[in-house]
């Protein structure tokens, strides 16, 4: 009798409430999938940055994509498509070059070179790069203007293929290849976008880590070399939630709290 107890007492005190825990957990996933709660949710933003990295996405490839895949008929129609995205992306240039501050160089000397706030600016590297990029696309404006597409215009994407693959000399082959690789460039952009996106993300996911308080403090070596002689600084430099500097506070903040230890002792 006793033995014909125990597999009845297991199926009351542990297959029957591991049956309504699953039951439950089943229910409540099911429950999140269906009504589309975290983290069973898909959710569409669009900011001014997705239309520029889409911008960018398309431009990196709408003249490989058009020689390769689109027929004849449909250059009139890409170019039409590639100069509105060609004007977008220039406009971004020009206003990225002029929301910097007017002691950017200094700044980028300064120890708050590799500040959150400092690393969003255009540099100088990407303004020329990606303004290269951009006069790669200058040629296709023929075909907006003439209407005659396919035409091997210099510099063009039609012109260095046919010169990449055909030549017939080998400096007509160095050219056409070399005016491909030029649209390499136009990856640069997607890379500067990438990086802000990062810089702003780190920051996001630390601010709700942390709240309102400095997210990290960074320590910068500040070196000056005069002759033989090298002069070596540290600095501490904290950030705020959205990755501004927040030095001075806080170090006014600790100063006020120094003062009022002492006049409580």
Avoid at 15 to 30: G, I
Wanted: with cysteine.
């Amino acid at each position: 009798r006793a033995l014909s107890v125990k597999p009845i007492n297991f199926i009351k005190e542990t297959v029957v409430p591991w049956y309504h825990a699953a039951r439950e957990a089943t229910k409540e996933r099911v429950r999140r999938v269906i009504w589309g709660d975290a983290p069973f949710y898909c959710r569409l933003q669009v900011t001014t940055v997705n239309l520029l990295v889409a911008c960018s996405f398309v431009f990196m490839f709408i003249e490989v994509t058009s020689l390769a895949f689109f027929p004849a008929g449909w250059d009139y129609g890409v170019a039409v498509v590639g100069v509105i995205v060609w004007s977008i992306l220039m406009l971004e240039l020009i206003f990225e070059w002029l929301i910097r501050p007017s002691h950017y160089y200094r700044l980028m000397l300064s120890s708050k070179a590799y500040a959150p706030s400092s690393a969003r600016y255009l540099n100088s590297f990407h303004l020329l790069t990606e303004f290269v990029a951009l006069l790669t696309f200058i040629p296709e404006f023929e075909c907006l203007t003439s209407r005659v597409c396919g035409k091997r215009v210099s510099f063009s994407g039609v012109d260095a293929a046919l010169s990449a693959v055909y030549g017939p000399t080998l400096a007509k082959g160095f050219y056409g290849r070399f005016c491909i690789g030029l649209i390499s460039l136009r990856m640069i952009g997607l890379v500067r976008h990438w990086k802000i996106m990062w810089i702003n993300r780190t920051f996001r996911d630390n601010a709700v880590a942390v709240g309102d308080k400095p997210t990290f403090i960074e320590t910068v070596q500040v070196s000056s070399v005069t002759g033989r002689s090298m002069v070596v600084k540290m600095e501490s430099v904290a950030f705020d939630k959205n990755g501004e500097d927040t030095t001075k506070a806080e170090e006014e903040l600790k100063r006020t709290t120094e003062e009022d230890r002492c006049l409580k002792q």
